[in-house]
């Protein structure tokens, strides 16, 4: 039984730094790209960033591009999504996913329960 786990979700101010972390089980970790997803309310889900499982490839979205820093260690079937300069449009359910496609943009097989990310002063 796969299971993604995220944690490190909460209320921040403007221009915080926040890490979210997924760890993963059930699944052959390196077998997986792995991405992060938020949908804020009355929003459509964003792909945030997504990492190859060597890590070669990164994905971001032009929105957190600079901002925010996908990593993954594969020793702990984790991957993590850095989040520095945080806004209030930062804002959102955050969701990591894995996928066993050779593509970072394609559909994911797996989903955590997701955290939630909240800016605001």
């Known amino acids: 039984q796969v299971q993604l786990v995220e944690s490190g979700g909460g209320l921040v101010q403007p221009g915080a730094t926040l890490t979210l972390s997924c760890v993963a089980s059930?699944?052959?970790?390196?077998?997986?790209?792995m991405g992060w997803f938020r949908q804020a309310p009355g929003k459509e889900r964003e792909l945030v960033a997504a990492?190859?499982?060597?890590?070669?490839?990164?994905r971001y979205a032009k929105s957190v591009k600079g901002r925010f820093t996908i990593s993954r260690d594969n020793g702990r079937d984790t991957v993590y999504l850095k989040m520095n300069s945080l806004k209030p449009e930062d804002t959102a359910v955050y969701y990591c996913?894995?996928?066993?496609?050779?593509?970072?943009?394609?559909?994911?097989?797996?989903w955590g329960q997701g955290t939630q990310v909240t800016v605001s002063s």
């Open positions: 996913a894995a996928t066993a496609q050779p593509t970072l943009i394609g559909s994911y097989e797996y």
């Open positions: 059930g699944l052959t970790f390196t077998d997986y790209n």
């Open positions: 990492t190859s499982a060597s890590e070669l490839t990164t």
